[in-house]
């Protein structure tokens, strides 16, 4: 069985997407597990007026993983032709 | 009339209109199912985007979710942070494949798509069955929100109070007459646009919610960081702050007293002789004139926060004061994780349940069929790349400042703690009444109500397809156009009625039935959806045992967890959410089955994977 020049292509982004999953996913638990899990009784760390917990394993990763999703976007995700509902009638 | 109601109304009879011009371009076009049902697929940018976007964030985003926000502070960032990977994993992973599959066997449903890959009519009504037990349950959730959102807009105007009074009357006893009437008017507006225009006015009045769920959060934020003076002052302001404590407040008549009833009144602030402040979360009550009886109430007591003005000074004593299990008396608690917990010692929010958060997320958006059915519509692949980066745009924005908005929402008013679930209205309507501007209350509290309308009309569309594609359409193929399109308004206008009487007696927990609805959906279809796209290997059998392996787990998880706790929330097996532990279930059967079948003939799989 020879498979589609579709299915391959959907199979080669479908590794992309999971292997961005992943890398965001370590950075922002791995992150936080050693730096929000800590008691701030007295002075708080507060960068850009929230808790620099937030700022460094949640704000800065979100801001990389908009960017990353507009990478795949424009350069990753291939354009393929698909198959009109007019043309299926007929 | 309150400005608010008015800039409300104004905003449902444009929904109305919207709706009204998307059912008159419908009905031109030839085929009514398909358009009916998937808005002949020709979705573009801003219509595929919004949709998707605003059927994911539903009444659980803008009631549930700054709830939780108010109450546990900043960790909610970490709980919430899974959302930076949905666009491309809830767009990407199956989008492209499943639109261009759907049109290659002319699907219209989910349940649809399976079959076909199957050949197999139990498939089909597998998947259709599971969709209708969960979604049912979801429903129910919107529709109590949108209830709990107009009696918070209408509680005050003579009008409703007057219609109250008169839905008493044949009112059973145990229900409340003024939810009821809410619910009535949610009811009406929601179905009524969805039976008239279908698909399409589902997504034009989606992209339009959208925009004022945009704006709504965008308003929001600028008001807060200006009146709560700067991010900054408010994180530090909320370092200081710790959880209040369940108490006992006494009431008693003093020399210092008024002589006539004294009314004890939710809601109010008091504070004792002493300096204590205390509130009073729920039911007023009363010590009647000229009696000397002490009243008890439940009062949440605050050490450390207060409101600007103290309505009333009272001689009460507090008694029997309980902290929170995790932060009692813990300055910066609010700032850090596993933040505060009335009931669990080892806080809000464990390392573990942060990582399934951050799959459920992601991967829960996957499955969603309400979701999963508008890849299937979108136009052509330059529509999902310029999608998912809007999608991209729209979710950063809306949960990040929500965050920042109810984190300096807490600072700026203080005492919600028990009634966390109306803190998003009750916020909007301070903001707008500090800003001098009441009318904008109406816009803001437009931008939960439209995430509780851009999902209920989503579902409902999506039941009654269920049922005219996968079921009557099945037992009658011939049936004709006229005959489709009668039926198809006949089973939506059911689907909402039904869902109506469902709710007349709402069980309490809001959030919890959403999160049991959704990650059902999601845990029983994601794989088997999946792996019907990505694996030829896949057999009938292995599809009905990874979706009825998951529904087992999902219930199993849910009646421990009700066992467990008294209370409607899952049993989380070492910390990790039920839709994980779904997942694996279900692909693990559905490999095993498969690998122990025959391989599925070529005459099946062909039309999927070959070109």
């Known amino acids: 069985m020879t498979q589609s020049k579709h299915f391959k292509q959907a199979k080669s982004e479908l590794g992309i997407f999971l292997t961005g999953w992943l890398f965001f996913a370590a950075w922002v638990i791995t992150y936080s597990y050693f730096n929000a899990y800590k008691d ?50 007929k | 009339m309150n400005p608010a109601l008015v800039s409300f109304g104004l905003y449902v009879l444009a929904v109305f209109a919207l709706a009204w011009i998307a059912g008159k371009s419908s009905s031109k076009s030839k085929s009514f199912v398909s358009e009916y049902f998937l808005g002949g697929r020709a979705l573009g940018l801003w219509a595929f985007a919004l949709t998707f976007a605003t059927t994911n964030a539903s009444g659980g985003s803008f009631i549930g979710f700054p709830a939780k926000i108010y109450t546990h502070g900043w960790v909610l960032a970490l709980w919430i942070a899974g959302y930076m990977t949905v666009p491309f994993i809830a767009i990407g992973v199956l989008g492209k494949r499943l639109n261009y599959v759907a049109r290659k066997v002319n699907a219209i449903t989910l349940p649809e798509v399976l079959g076909k890959r199957f050949k197999s009519d139990s498939v089909t009504l597998v998947a259709t069955s599971i969709i209708v037990l969960f979604m049912f349950f979801y429903l129910m959730a919107q529709f109590k929100a949108g209830g709990m959102i107009l009696s918070t807009l209408l509680s005050e105007e003579p009008l409703f109070i007057n219609g109250t009074e008169f839905i008493a009357q044949f009112t059973p006893a145990g229900m409340d007459p003024e939810y009821l009437l809410t619910l009535i008017i949610f009811s009406l507006a929601v179905i009524g646009y969805v039976v008239y225009g279908g698909f399409k006015a589902v997504v034009w009045t989606d992209m339009m919610q959208g925009i004022i769920m945009f704006l709504g959060v965008g308003i929001m934020l600028v008001l807060v960081l200006w009146q709560v003076g700067g991010l900054e002052r408010a994180t530090r302001e909320l370092h200081q702050m710790v959880p209040p404590k369940v108490c006992e407040a006494v009431f008693e008549r003093t020399t210092e007293s008024p002589k006539g009833k004294i009314l004890i009144k939710k809601g109010t602030w008091y504070k004792t002789n002493n300096d204590t402040v205390f509130i009073i979360p729920s039911k007023s009550t009363l010590i009647k004139e000229g009696t000397n009886e002490s009243s008890s109430v439940n009062a949440y007591l605050y050490e450390n926060s207060r409101p600007k003005e103290l309505s009333e000074t009272a001689s009460a004593k507090i008694s029997s004061q309980k902290g929170y299990a995790y932060g009692e008396n813990k300055k910066g608690v609010y700032l850090t994780a596993p ?45 999902l790349r310029r999608s998912i980066i809007t999608v991209a745009f729209f979710y950063s924005f809306i949960y990040f400042c929500l965050v920042v908005i109810f984190c300096c929402g807490k600072v700026l008013m203080p005492g919600m703690e028990a009634n966390a679930d109306r803190v998003m209205p009750e916020l909007a309507a301070l903001l707008s009444k500090n800003a001098g501007m009441p009318w904008l209350a109406g816009l803001l509290v437009a931008a939960p109500f439209a995430a509780i309308m851009s999902s209920v009309d989503s579902f409902i569309l999506m039941l009654s397809s269920s049922l005219v594609r996968d079921v009557y359409q099945r037992i009658n193929p011939n049936a004709s156009q006229k005959k489709l399109k009668s039926l198809s308004y006949i ?121």
């Not at chain 2, 999946?530 to 787990?553: D, S």
């Open chain 1, 40 to 89: 701030q009784n007295e002075e708080p760390s507060i960068t850009f007026g929230m808790p620099s917990w937030v700022f460094w394993g949640i704000a800065v990763p979100w801001i990389c993983a908009t960017a990353f999703t507009v990478y795949l976007s424009l350069f990753v995700i291939k354009d393929q032709e698909f198959r009109n509902e007019e043309d299926q009638k």
């Open chain 2, 491 to 611: 089973i939506t206008l059911g689907v909402g009625i039904l869902a109506v009487f469902a709710m007349m007696n709402p069980p309490q927990y809001l959030q919890d039935l959403i999160i049991f609805a959704s990650g059902g959906l999601a845990g029983c279809l994601l794989m088997p959806m999946a792996l019907c796209l990505y694996w030829p290997r896949m057999t009938p059998k292995g599809a009905i045992a990874g979706m009825l392996g998951a529904l087992i787990i999902h219930l199993g998880l849910t009646i421990i967890g009700f066992k467990m706790t008294g209370n409607f929330e899952p049993y989380d097996l070492l910390d990790l959410n039920p839709f994980i532990w779904d997942v694996i279930g279900s692909a693990i059967l559905i490999i095993s089955v498969s690998l122990l079948g025959k391989n599925p003939p070529q005459e099946n799989t062909d039309p999927f994977f070959v070109d």
């Open chain 2, 339 to 383: 933040g505060p917990d009335l009931k669990k010692g080892t806080g809000f929010l464990a390392i573990v349940t942060a990582l399934s958060f951050f799959i459920f997320w992601p991967f829960g958006g996957t499955g969603q069929p309400a979701n999963m059915v508008r890849l299937m519509a979108f136009k052509n692949t330059q529509t």
